[in-house]
């Protein structure tokens, strides 16, 4: 009897000591750093309409490139950008280029009445807990991201600002498998 009161609580230490390290493990390892030929930090959150968007949907059917551009109303240099964006969505939406605008720290209201004077229809989603900024570790904003089809990471940063925003979109959304007609 004894015996098997020893076992068992034998036994029972080994998988609590088990379950300790394997959650210890877990809770310590760090997300995936943005880096350019890595996969892309994975993502969800609520577009204006409520809707909940994930990243890894977009990608599912491994034909769309992904520009993910953090940004805010408030933000000068945000701004400046906004042409670029319409003119690379307006040019390359429909050959396979989806644009995801992730709004850093504003409410939906906010962004709504600026959509309205400062068109731009493509998905927002508002990130207030900052979660995903830090997940791709922005510091600073405007910060573009560019997704390909398998979900690597292919340009970042100053490739996706300005005019050569348009040039690394045309180099890589030749990538993309031809559209069914």
């Known amino acids: 009897m004894m015996y098997r009161r020893l076992l068992f609580a034998g036994v029972g ?13 877990a809770a310590s390892e760090k997300p995936i750093k943005p880096e350019v030929g890595k996969t892309a930090p994975q993502f969800e959150g609520r577009l204006l309409d409520k809707k909940l968007f994930k990243l890894e949907d977009l990608l599912e059917k491994k034909d769309k490139l992904v520009l993910v551009d953090f940004w805010a109303t408030w933000c000068p240099p ?13 040019e390359f939406q429909k050959k396979g280029l989806e644009l995801v605008s992730v709004n850093v720290n504003e409410g939906g209201d906010v962004i709504e009445k600026f959509i309205k004077k400062t068109p ?19 510091n600073a904003i405007p910060a573009p991201f560019l997704i390909d089809q398998n979900g690597v990471l292919i340009a970042m940063g100053e490739d996706l600002r300005g005019s050569r925003l348009k040039k690394t979109i045309a180099k890589h959304i030749k990538n993309l498998p031809e559209k069914e007609i």
């Open 120 to 138: 731009m229809p493509w998905k927002h989603i508002r990130d207030i807990n900052g979660k995903i900024s830090k997940l791709y570790e922005v």
């Open 13 to 25: 230490a080994a998988i609590i000591g088990i379950m300790l390290l394997t959650y210890e493990t």
């Open 78 to 90: 945000c701004r400046a950008e906004i042409p670029h964006l319409q003119e690379v969505y307006k």
